[in-house]
């Protein structure tokens, strides 16, 4: 443990990553290729040693949200192939082509001016056509097969232009993740889709890759698998949303720790922290501070409704999270001293200070909490319980 300083940290448990991409794997039929999604710095893991670990495992296949995400996987796999699931400056097309790097294409705009780049530089850059069957994002809008229909021959204008070949096809879906209530919409959108590819065909346009299924939709919906799947939030071992859980058996890989830097004890009815939301009482409160805040990624907005695990023992969180520090309230814990060793998110889940549990008491999803952990946060990654790496950005 002396390769970064011991302050706050993330543990990454590559056991758990490698359980999660098998047990995905095992769901897929035969010959469908996971395009393992690593935006957002690997969703707060770290996009290097993620994408190492997956790699040795058989990932030919990631997905980032943009070229500086891409080169950071090109850095950490020479031979893999990236897909850019947004935007790209057209003028970079001999940087995607040269990388192998895949770009999503969204609209005939983009795609002219990507082929102009492409044939200027001399080079061919592979394309996702994107469609847009109800997210409203990015894409070609197909949301009615009748009234949207003018999207399939600008599709096919797209997939002929030179300059860049036609990989792949894909489109997201809005509402897997609901369960029931999203079921009927998201069979639309899957029936629109193949309907879209379905007139390509027709047109001489194929595609070696067709994929939809996002994480929610690769867990219940084994029929749209097609030719790859993306799972992202399920890669580090949390469900995309309560209906996910216990259908497949995920693994979190993330656990956040940190120290105590000061232990001392506050007399009756003192203000703890700013805006005093916490005051002592009647009575004498031993009190831990420990150095994580919210630019760590520990959300102000857990004060008062959250705590760290010191041992065996459940220390709550009182007084406003602060940006750097934030305090405990230990009375009663025995032993607690500087330099103690405290657990701030667990990798438990149902535990109170699991990922999950600290959205919900934060009003939002697991996604954004991981993906907020500050770059000041090293990342230390063990198999077996032993360090194998660390990943500190701050050097």
Known sequence: MNSYFRRTWIEVNLDALRHNYETIKALLNPGCEIIAVVKADAYGHGVENVVKEYTSIGCTYFAVSNLEEAMQVRSANEECSVLILGYTPPE????????????????????????????????????????????????????????????????????????????GIFTHFVSADEGENGEVFTRLQYDLFRTFIEQLEFEGITFSLRHCCNSAATVLYPEMHLDAVRPGVILYGLSPSPCIRGKIDLKPA??????????????????????????????????????????????????????????????????????????????????????????????????????????????????????????????????????????????
Not at 115 to 136: F, L, P, R
Not at 314 to 324: E, K, L, T, V
Not at 330 to 344: Q, Y
């Open 92 to 167: 970079y097309a001999s940087t995607l082509a040269l990388n192998n790097i895949s770009q999503s294409v969204f609209d005939m705009s983009y795609a002219k001016r990507l082929s102009e780049c492409s044939v200027k530089a001399g080079v061919q850059v592979n394309i996702h056509v994107k469609v847009d069957t109800g997210m409203s994002r990015l894409g070609f809008v197909y949301h009615d097969s009748v009234s949207d229909a003018s999207s399939v021959g600008q599709a096919v204008e797209v997939c002929r232009l030179p300059g860049l070949y036609p990989e």
């Open 254 to 395: 993330m656990k956040m720790k940190s120290v105590v830097s000061m232990v001392k004890e506050i007399s009756e009815d003192s203000p703890v922290s700013y805006g005093r939301r916490y005051y002592t009482g009647d009575k004498t409160v031993k009190i831990a501070t420990i150095p994580v805040g919210y630019a760590d990624g520990f959300p102000r907005a857990l004060t008062n409704n959250t705590g760290v695990k010191i041992g065996d023992s459940f220390a709550p969180q009182i007084g406003a999270i602060c940006m750097d520090q934030c305090m405990l309230d230990v009375t009663g814990i025995e032993n607690v001293k500087e330099d103690m060793t405290v657990t701030v998110f667990d990798d438990k889940p149902g535990s109170p200070i699991s990922v999950d549990a600290i959205a919900e008491k934060t009003g939002t999803i697991n996604y954004e909490i991981i993906c907020g952990i500050n770059k000041r946060v090293p990342r230390v990654y063990k198999r077996e319980g032993d360090v194998e790496a660390v990943a500190d950005y701050m050097k």
